[in-house]
């Protein structure tokens, strides 16, 4: 048997179990089974405050081995852990605060910049507005049956640099059509001037030349930032059919003649806006029955297809050449459709603008009233346009307005059973030697020359009521008959014209 003893000095043992530092001011106590302290804490332990004990008993040596750590050493990285986390939440908090006051800011902002817009387009829509108002009267062809006028105009944005424009003043057509340079909202204040000047210039001149000679000065003048207008402008007299125009540097106009379609040869001047001296020529044009003058912008001939292909003046001639009998408005919408299937729902890139011109050919004037008294009002206009059509004596006119109130008033008023709808038919034409009326209707059948006349030579308080229209009639007119043909009132008139001297 042999004995190995070892001895450890109880210094050794303590530099041994101090020398175990888990944490920066821990320490280790060392405590035998019968509670003898082999080591105890240091003599300064550096701890303050709350401290914590952690105790193991060491397997077959009968020691409990203690450890000590300050409560400061211990959550010490879970502090410093919770401050970096509280930072990065701070961070995160400021930061979401930034990006909401800027998101509320840039939608302030965006707020701002809509409600400008929505002014912006509530101005533009009212500018719209102003310029459709400067286009003409639809109304025109009413009363003037010898002419079929369509126009319309299309903008590329909310208001457009085209114009057209057309009257008659002292039996004569005016109208033009042009393009202003550029587009939006420029190019319309420019085109409301040139249609104020127009309108202007032309109240007291009918020469073609002359109107343009004064439109360029007065644009010329007053053009700081040199834009300038193509214009074409025509005048009709309405009693020959004769048109003279003049041409400021704008697209020819086609003219369609007996089904055929064609450019107008013309030789077109300086456009408007560019030289104040420049000097301007008029050429004619004979219109015959059924003849179309088609008038449009460059929008038409530069419309573009998704492949940027042009429509150009060779589809806008063949489109042309299809109208045929068709009227002002049938041949406006079938360019337009034209157009419409070229450019396959590309974006518009220039305004449109279309004119046509028609010479309806004259088989007769025709005037349609419905049974109510206030029709009769229609009836002086279209009485007046047909004896300026027709060169007849104006001493006539006021007598023939008469007899024609008288029957028509009369059919309007008995013909149709009360509250019934119902219309009446006046056919004016010039025989060789007579002015012929046809009052036709489809009320019920009615002679009024078998109405017994009032007599003229009873006392006013003793004549009986009716008679004295048709009596008024029958001394106005020449010639008075009637007839019932195929459901209608037939009455006709006639009366002798004497031709201007």
Partial sequence: MGLIIADITLDTLASIVRSVKLYPHSYCTLVSGDDTVLVGPPANPKTKGKTHAFSEIIDGKNLTLTLVVPESDMYQRLRRSSLFFALVALTGVFTVFFISFRSIQHLWQLNEVRIKEQHIEDELAIARNIQQSLLPSEKLSATVNTLDIKGLQIPAKFVGGDLYDYYIRDNKLLFCIGDVSGKGVPAALLMAIAHSLFRTLSA??????????????????????????????????????????????????????????????????????????????????????????????????????????????????????????????????????????????????????????????????????????????????????????????????????????????????????????????LTANVADNAICMEIKDKGMPFNPLQQQEANLDVPLKERQIGGLGIHLIKEIMDEVTYAYENGHNVLQMQLYRKPLP
């Fill in 204 to 425: 007291h001149d009918d020469r073609p030349e002359s109107i343009m000679q004064a439109l360029n000065a007065s644009i010329s003048d007053n053009n700081p930032d040199i834009m300038f207008i193509t214009l074409f402008l025509g005048v009709m007299d309405l009693s020959t059919s004769i048109v003279r125009y003049c041409n400021a540097g704008h697209n020819p106009p086609i003219i369609i003649k007996d089904g055929r379609a064609e450019y107008l040869d013309t030789e077109p001047s300086l456009l408007l806006g560019v030289d104040v001296k420049a000097k301007y020529t008029a050429d004619e044009l004979a219109f015959s029955p059924g003849d179309t003058l088609f008038l449009y912008t460059d929008g038409l001939t530069e419309a573009e297809n998704p492949q940027k292909e042009l429509f150009g003046e060779q589809r806008a001639l063949e489109a042309a050449s299809q109208f045929g009998t068709l009227t002002a408005e049938k041949q406006i919408e079938q360019m337009q459709q034209a157009v419409h299937v070229f450019v396959n729902q590309a974006e518009q890139s220039d305004d449109l603008t279309l004119l046509a011109v028609r010479y309806n050919p004259v088989a007769g004037f025709t005037l349609t009233l419905t049974n109510d008294i206030n029709e009769l009002n229609r009836l002086e206009p279209f009485l007046e346009d047909f004896f300026n059509k027709n060169s007849l004596d104006p001493s006539l006119l006021s007598s023939l307005d008469l007899a024609l109130e008288e029957a028509l008033a009369n059919v309007i008023m008995y013909a149709y059973p009360e509250g019934e709808k119902g219309e009446v038919t």
